[in-house]
């Protein structure tokens, strides 16, 4: 590869992307002591990030894959150090709101289902020594006494304790307000478009007009990561999952907790605005907000939440979620080459993930390669994309 002969900058860590899972990265770490640069092809947080509705609701997501469920429900322990730490750091609040989450039952017959779904999830916690929320089933009539705003044609709910959201927006600026509090530098409009290397190491990117070099390189740029590392022989393939959510605001409703139905959650926010979500398209690459999907979502939380149909409506979007063909994101060392490492692929959970991958992603780098933190993070080794590309080549 040649390299650019424009202006070159130096740092010890580079990092690609500037969603939360950059900024996560690049705050822990530059919290740490590394001298920390992150380069964001367009505005900080503006991608997917921005789109999110912000859940932490690892028990609600029945994740099926154990390492997975452990991790998340993992990183949800670690939000109230984080909201703290960011609150006196960069005088942000990213609005964490622990408040407990209800999961609505419209049949007798899923009772049974359902609660066989969350109990199976929870262990997952508890097998990784961690105290896992509680799960509580509420006939109608308790219920409606917790949450008077629930339909009474329902027959129960059950509400998980410790589960909650959190302002992806105000997060991510948080994170990125912080790291620089700490001394990163954080770098706007600039496209990555070669991964630097030499003699199996990697030692920067190149950009349009510009080189920079560091010590290792962390790949955070959803979608995009898979082409960045193409160039250097790694095949990641990760594809894009469309979901629409729409913003509705009513301040009669004064809902506290999240409301997660079959395809559907229902997430108040501050200043009266309550976000509906969200569909999933698997292969669309565009973002346009299809008429018939709001319909659909917004039919479908009304008749949860009745009074919905009262509430203001303020806007809706569409944003691309990474994929990946397991469904597990890639987190850690890229095998073959020194000094590249890899945090990408979150799909729809990259919010609740974020603070694990930042803080177990920031003490593996700075431990060294052969320390990882948590046996867990084994399950998202990016060689293991590599590993399936031989078994069926």
């Known amino acids: ?22 900024c996560a990265i690049a ?83 899923d009772v049974q289902d359902i609660q066989n779904e969350l109990q199976q999830t929870n262990t997952y916690s508890n097998e990784g020594g961690i105290d896992s929320g509680g799960i509580r089933w509420h006939p109608s009539s308790q219920m409606m006494k917790m949450e008077p705003r629930l339909s009474s044609e329902l027959q129960g709910a059950f509400f998980l304790t410790d589960e909650g959201h959190v302002s992806p927006t105000k997060l991510t600026f948080a994170l990125a307000r912080s790291a620089e509090r700490y001394g990163a530098r954080i770098v706007e409009s600039q496209t990555v478009t070669h991964i630097l290397h030499k ?25 995009e990561s898979g082409m960045l590392t193409r160039d250097l022989g790694v095949d990641l393939t990760f594809y894009p999952v469309q979901g629409e959510l729409a913003v509705v605001r009513s301040h009669a409703l004064q809902m506290e907790s999240v409301v997660y139905g079959n395809g559907t959650y229902i997430v108040p926010k501050s200043e009266g605005n309550i976000y509906i979500g969200a569909t999933s398209h698997a292969m669309r690459y565009d973002r346009t907000v299809k008429v018939g999907a709001i319909q ?71 431990d060294g390669v052969q320390q990882m933190p948590w046996p867990v993070m084994t399950h998202f080794a990016p060689q ?10």
């Open 1 to 22: 590869m040649s390299y650019t002969t424009h202006q070159s900058q130096t740092t010890d860590m580079l990092i690609v992307g500037g969603g939360v899972i950059g």
């Open 27 to 109: 705050y822990e770490l530059s919290k740490r002591g590394m001298q920390v640069t992150l380069l964001e092809r367009g505005r900080l947080g503006l991608g997917t990030t921005c789109t999110a509705a912000g859940m932490l609701a690892p028990v609600a997501e029945r994740f099926k894959h154990k390492g997975l469920g452990s991790f998340a429900r993992l990183s949800l322990d670690y939000f109230s150090i984080w909201a703290e730490e960011l609150w006196e750091q960069s005088h942000v609040d990213i609005e964490l709101r622990k408040r407990g989450l209800f999961i609505p039952v419209g049949s007798a017959e």
């Open 199 to 223: 003699s199996g190491r990697v030692i920067g990117v190149e950009t349009l007009g510009q080189s920079w070099h560091a010590g290792a390189v962390i790949i955070c740029s959803g979608l």
């Open 296 to 366: 659909r979502l917004i039919s479908q939380a009304t008749c949860l939440v009745p009074a919905l149909a009262e509430a203001e409506w303020i806007q809706a979007w569409a944003g691309l979620r990474p994929a990946t063909t397991d469904g597990l994101p890639f987190i850690g060392p890229v095998k073959g080459y020194d000094g590249l490492w890899l945090a990408a692929g979150h799909y729809r959970n990259g919010i609740l993930l974020s603070a694990a991958t930042g803080i177990g992603l920031a003490q593996w780098i700075t």
């Open 384 to 393: 293991r994309a590599q590993v399936r590309a031989l078994e069926f080549s």
